[in-house]
């Protein structure tokens, strides 16, 4: 099975933006949808992005997703930085019937 | 509005068994997959397994591979968990989630229960 690369932490200033990278490991990024979920401290996971790039109904656009064929990793970004955003972020996938959870990065704002 | 409500957690003995129940609403259950997802105390996500909309495609970990089945009751619009040999390292707080489209496929999630807490311990 492959595995999905995270960076343990990132931090930013509230208006600012961040971007977390989800690297994977063998077999093509692009091969399989990504997804990204957000899970604030003490809540179950929440969807904010499902196929790569696609925004839930409720999920605010500031919110992107993206995949980057020639590093084999995926990308969410946040823009406008809110303290609502501080939370953990996992990046999914899949292969055949097996799926796979990112590592998990952590969001602060400073 | 997508619900998805885990019961059946608890409290049990290493070796023992123990099976969750997941009740949906809000969506028409019989048209998608559905997966149990798993988080240990202070640790990240872990898929368990999946099955699709007519249980022709079923996944699971290789970490429970053997000892979980995964079914499901589109009747009842209820998903289920059957876990045998239960080991310490079981303990965490399952989630209940529908897979994000229809088909035969797993794919990933858009709704999630609010989970059920299994603790394995002597």
Same mark, same amino acid.
């Given at each position: 099975?492959?595995?999905?690369?995270?960076?343990?932490?990132?931090?930013?200033?509230?208006?600012?933006?961040?971007?977390? &990278?989800?690297?994977?490991?063998?077999?093509?990024?692009?091969?399989? +949808?990504?997804?990204? +979920?957000?899970?604030?401290?003490? &809540?179950?996971?929440?969807?904010?992005? +499902?196929? !790569?790039?696609?925004?839930?109904?409720?999920?605010? !656009?500031?919110?992107?997703?993206?995949?980057?064929?020639?590093?084999?990793?995926?990308?969410?970004?946040?823009?406008?930085?809110?303290?609502? !955003?501080?939370? !953990? +972020?996992?990046?999914?996938?899949?292969?055949?019937?097996?799926?796979?959870?990112?590592?998990?990065?952590?969001?602060?704002?400073? | 509005?997508?619900?998805?409500?885990?019961?059946?957690?608890?409290?049990?003995?290493?070796? $023992? *068994?123990?099976?969750?129940?997941?009740?949906?609403?809000?969506?028409?259950?019989?048209?998608?997959?559905?997966?149990?997802? $798993?988080?240990?105390? #202070?640790? #990240?996500?872990?898929?368990?397994?999946?099955?699709?909309?007519?249980? #022709?495609?079923?996944?699971?970990?290789?970490?429970?591979?053997? $000892?979980?089945?995964?079914? $499901?009751?589109?009747?009842?619009?209820?998903?289920?968990?059957?876990?045998? *040999?239960?080991?310490?390292?079981?303990?965490?707080? @399952? @989630?209940?989630?529908?897979?994000?489209?229809?088909?035969?496929?797993?794919?990933?999630?858009?709704?999630?229960?609010?989970?059920?807490?299994?603790?394995? *311990?002597?």
């Amino acid at each position: 099975n492959f595995m999905l690369t995270q960076p343990h932490s990132v931090s930013e200033s509230p208006g600012k933006t961040v971007t977390i &990278s989800c690297t994977r490991s063998s077999g093509s990024i692009a091969s399989n +949808y990504v997804q990204w +979920y957000q899970q604030r401290p003490g &809540s179950a996971p929440t969807t904010v992005i +499902y196929a !790569d790039n696609q925004g839930p109904s409720g999920v605010p !656009d500031r919110f992107f997703g993206s995949i980057d064929s020639s590093s084999n990793s995926a990308s969410l970004t946040i823009s406008g930085l809110e303290t609502e !955003d501080e939370a !953990d +972020y996992y990046c999914q996938s899949c292969d055949g019937s097996t799926l796979v959870f990112g590592t998990g990065t952590k969001v602060t704002v400073l | 509005e997508v619900q998805l409500v885990e019961s059946g957690g608890g409290l049990v003995q290493p070796g $023992r *068994s123990l099976r969750l129940s997941c009740a949906a609403s809000g969506f028409n259950f019989d048209d998608y997959a559905m997966h149990w997802v $798993r988080q240990a105390p #202070g640790k #990240g996500l872990e898929w368990v397994s999946g099955i699709s909309w007519n249980s #022709g495609n079923i996944g699971y970990a290789d970490s429970v591979k053997g $000892r979980f089945t995964i079914s $499901r009751d589109n009747a009842r619009n209820s998903l289920y968990l059957q876990m045998n *040999s239960l080991r310490v390292e079981d303990t965490a707080l @399952y @989630y209940c989630a529908k897979d994000i489209a229809g088909g035969l496929q797993l794919r990933g999630f858009d709704f999630w229960g609010q989970g059920t807490l299994v603790t394995v *311990s002597s």
